[in-house]
């Protein structure tokens, strides 16, 4: 089946940095993708969707300045947090959705914790 | 009201058949999802049901759609430890791309 990876899975920053994040679909490309964010025991909270070649579109409440989405390329696209601090911990996982399927895939998450 | 609902906690016996329901908001989308997420793990679609459908088999996964009441349930039939994991219905409100997911229900598989 079709895979995405997320890349890290783990990482811990000191509050005040940016963490990068990116999203691969490895065998299929993916005009869109989607990021994300699920607290502890929560359901997923979509917080972006990425289009390639075009700037994101934010969900209500999300800070687009905090999170920087990049969809780069038809395989890749990129959430930065910037300036974390810990109230951004969470699992961030992402989907793409096929191009030719039209069927969206989960990564396997990254867990970001913030000290 | 607004949130995709599931119950929190299933428990059931090794070889038992398991009934997760949700009740999902949007009479227009048009694809309902199960989805199964393991501990520190993303998301592993199980099986999907097209709106125009009351129900879909697939090995040991049954999904009922009931889109009066907008309901949507998955069997799993004889149980196993390894489906203990958690358990999201999803749908597409608006038959557009993004998902909305249920609160998830906790299924614990006992010996």
């Known amino acids: 089946g079709a895979v995405v990876s997320q890349h890290p899975s783990r990482v811990i920053c000191k509050s005040g940095t940016s963490v990068k994040i990116e999203c691969r679909s490895l065998d299929f490309q993916a005009t869109t993708m989607f990021w994300y964010r699920q607290f502890p025991k929560q359901s997923l909270m979509l917080m972006a969707t990425s289009n390639e070649g075009s700037k994101a579109t934010y969900e209500q409440g999300v800070e687009k300045d905090k999170f920087l989405i990049n969809h780069a390329s038809l395989t890749l696209s990129t959430l930065t947090v910037t300036s974390a601090h810990p109230e951004d911990s969470s699992f961030y996982i992402c989907s793409a959705k096929d191009l030719i399927s039209y069927e969206q895939y989960f990564g396997p998450g990254t867990r970001l914790t913030v000290t | 009201g607004e949130d995709v609902e599931q119950s929190l906690f299933l428990s059931v016996r090794e070889g038992d058949s398991s009934v997760i329901n949700c009740t999902y908001t949007?009479?227009?989308?048009?694809?309902l999802y199960w989805y199964k997420q393991e501990p520190g793990a993303g998301l592993q679609l199980l099986t999907y049901?097209?709106?125009?459908?009351d129900m879909k088999q697939d090995q040991r996964l049954t999904v009922l759609l009931n889109k009066k009441d907008k309901h949507l349930s998955l069997r799993i039939a004889d149980t196993q430890t390894g489906d203990s994991a958690i358990y999201f219905c999803a749908e597409n409100p608006g038959g557009g791309n993004k998902l909305t997911f249920g609160t998830g229900t906790q299924l614990k598989v006992e010996l």
């Open positions: 049901i097209f709106s125009n459908m």
């Open positions: 949007d009479s227009s989308s048009t694809y």
